[in-house]
T-cell receptor
Framework: DGGITQSPKYLFRKEGQNVTLSCEQNLNHDAMYWYRQDPGQGLRLIYYSQIVNDFQKGDIAEGYSVSREKKESFPLTVTSAQKNPTAFYLC???????????FGDGTRLSIL | AQSVSQHNHHVILSEAASLELGCNYSYGGTVNLFWYVQYPGQHLQLLLKYFSGDPLVKGIKGFEAEFIKSKFSFNLRKPSVQWSDTAEYFCAVNAHNAGNMLTFGGGTRLMVKP
């Protein structure tokens, strides 16, 4: 079945540590996205990529970094510069501009 | 910057009651509009979408939404809810001059009592 796989499902980070969240899709979609979901705030866009080797900042990119070396993969690194990283992170992909987005199951990140 | 408002954060209904969830957005140009649903323990999935044409769009599971351009609204409706509709609902807007960026509302948690 085609879809989006996010791993791990739960992740714990120590203060000052960088962590990388994985997102893989086998839908052959060009565009991929990372969102952060906090209670009562909906989803906020962190980064998105419309094509391999290209990505743009979203509304809350500070403290995060991404790469898009392969079409099917869009990893997100939460750096130590992100002061409030505890959240639920969702990865999505879409076939093209303005098309509906398909979501993964998410990764819940907590700080120890 | 575009913004999306969902006025009801929590809604509690009994089965068979009618549902209307409000969604308003701030952008004045051409938009695509979406409603997504997140059932407990499941990933976000598309409920319905509006791109152009008939402003009344029908989605899965008996849901529909009406795009009223003059009111910048895209309210979600269902005439008779079921217990299985318990979920969180998100309205989202894609403004055509904002590239591929989707702006989400804060979500509405719906609880349907059996």
């Amino acid at each position: 079945d085609g879809g989006i796989t996010q791993s791990p499902k739960y992740l714990f980070r120590k203060e000052g540590q960088n962590v990388t969240l994985s997102c893989e899709q086998n839908l052959n979609h060009d565009a991929m996205y990372w969102y952060r979901q906090d209670p009562g705030q909906g989803l906020r866009l962190i980064y998105y990529s419309q094509i391999v080797n290209d990505f743009q900042k979203g509304d809350i990119a500070e403290g995060y970094s991404v790469s898009r070396e392969k079409k099917e993969s869009f990893p997100l690194t939460v750096t130590s510069a992100q002061k409030n990283p505890t959240a639920f992170y969702l990865c999505a992909s879409s076939q093209g501009t303005f098309q509906p987005q398909h979501f993964g199951d998410g990764t819940r990140l907590s700080i120890l | 910057a575009q913004s999306v408002s969902q006025h009801n954060h929590h809604v509690i209904l009994s089965e068979a009651a009618s549902l209307e969830l409000g969604c308003n957005y701030s952008y004045g140009g051409t938009v695509n509009l979406f409603w997504y649903v997140q059932y407990p323990g499941q990933h976000l999935q598309l409920l319905l979408k509006y791109f152009s044409g008939d402003p009344l769009v029908k989605g899965i599971k008996g849901f529909e939404a009406e795009f009223i351009k003059s009111k910048f609204s895209f309210n979600l409706r269902k005439p008779s809810v079921q217990w299985s509709d318990t979920a969180e609902y998100f309205c989202a807007v894609n403004a055509h001059n904002a590239g591929n960026m989707l702006t989400f509302g804060g979500g509405t948690r719906l609880m349907v009592k059996p």
